[in-house]
Every structure is written in C-alpha cells, then in structure tokens.
C-alpha cells in the first residue's frame, strides 16, 4: 500500500464544517481523458486516493454523462472501508447522486441495478415524466428547466449529506465552479502528454476566476497529487 489510511486522512480528511470537493485526474498536457475516459491516465497512488476520497464522503455527485462514459457500477465500498465508517458513526455507505437533466440514464446498470442504497438522481421539472430511471432510483426535480445545482446542494446538506465529492464531469465541474459552489479540488497529474482533441478538467459558462490554497503535493512514482481549498469559513 502506497498511503496509509492514517496518511490519507491526514492529506484528505473528512472537514469540521461542510464541503463540496471535486477530484479529478489530467496529464501534464491538461487532458481529462485519453481515448473519451479517465482511465488511460491513471498510474500507482491515484487508486488508493480515489477509493479514500469515496470512503470519508457524504454523498458522491457524477453527472450522467459520466456515468454512461465510464460505466460506473454500483458504489459499495470494501469491507475495511465500510469498518472505518461504522467506526466514526457514519453510515456503510454514501449516497449516490447523480445529475441528469434529460434522464437519458439505464436502469439496468449496475450504479442502479446493484446500489446498496437507492441513488439520488438531480434533474429539472420539465425533465420526461416516463423516463425508466425513475424506476430505480429516487428522482429529485431542483430547477424549473435546467438543473439548479444550488438547490440540490441544499438539499443534500439538508439531508445530513455535509461532505460532498464530485467526480465530474467537466461540464458539471464547470458549472459548480460557476454557481460557486466549489470549496475543494484534489488534482492528480499523470507524468503523460496527451495530444489529441481531449477537453480540460472543467468547461461551461465563464465564470470569475476563484483563487485556491494549495494544502499538499504529494508524489509518487512521477505522479503528482495535488490538494487545493478555499479559506475555511469563520
């Protein structure tokens, strides 16, 4: 094992106040993919800090574009990191949360099919009243005709859901980062140059730029991980 548990939590705890963290992984050239996924970028260490960053999280937040792209499965943690939750009073597993404004989503995928708890999924009044996914999974609508992210952050907070994680994609992170909504952003660099039409880690409506504090830089066999937040609030 590359990073501790104790070591992990040091570097990427769970905070005292809530959080929405965004984790995401590029090449040295700024490419969020290599042929349309993530996983073409991933090297020893990034594993170790993904699955941490699920296990001391609230609620995980992946837009839908995302899932169908990378197949996510269900979100059930290991059974050390299952202990670890029951040991600090937190529930075996996080919420999944998903946003989908066309709710173009398959219910038979294993993130629906094989959730231990039953997802979450964010989308808008006007999205499709028949749409299948509703069948599994609990559709909240935030927004009138477009995903209000906001609101389903409140929600989420309101649900005890403090210590969010998103995963992307671009577009959402883009559009958290425009409705300011961003408190941290945990950055793996893969020693890598990508070429290619690949897009960068966040894109969508310009928005003012919000300065970071870098908490850490850790590596490890050329790859980088890198941990920026905003100033803790008073």
Request: aromatic share 4%.
């Amino acid at each position: 094992m590359i990073f501790n548990r104790d070591e992990l939590l040091a570097h990427y705890p769970r905070a005292a106040h809530p959080v929405l963290r965004a984790n995401f992984i590029a090449s040295a050239d700024g490419a969020v993919s290599v042929d349309g996924v993530s996983a073409g970028l991933q090297g020893p260490g990034d594993k170790e800090i993904f699955d941490h960053l699920r296990t001391v999280c609230d609620a995980l937040i992946v837009a839908a574009g995302t899932v169908r792209a990378e197949r996510y499965d269900a979100l059930r943690l290991a059974g050390p990191a299952r202990a670890w939750r029951r040991s600090v009073g937190l529930p075996d597993f996080p919420l999944m949360v998903i946003v989908s404004g066309s709710l173009d989503l398959d219910p038979e995928q294993l993130i629906f099919s094989d959730a231990p708890i039953r997802p979450i999924v964010l989308t808008h009044r006007s999205a499709p009243a028949d749409a299948p996914v509703r069948s599994v999974a609990e559709v909240i609508p935030v927004g009138d005709d477009e995903v209000d992210l906001a609101a389903g952050v409140r929600l989420l907070r309101d649900r005890g859901a403090g210590q969010l994680l998103c995963e992307g994609g671009p577009g959402l992170f883009g559009a958290l980062i425009a409705a300011d909504l961003i408190d941290e952003l945990c950055l793996t660099v893969a020693p890598l140059l990508a070429g290619g039409p690949a897009g960068r880690i966040a894109h969508g409506t310009p928005a003012p730029p919000r300065r970071m504090s870098l908490r850490h830089s850790l590596t490890h066999q050329d790859m980088l991980f890198l941990r920026y937040a905003r100033k803790v609030p008073n």
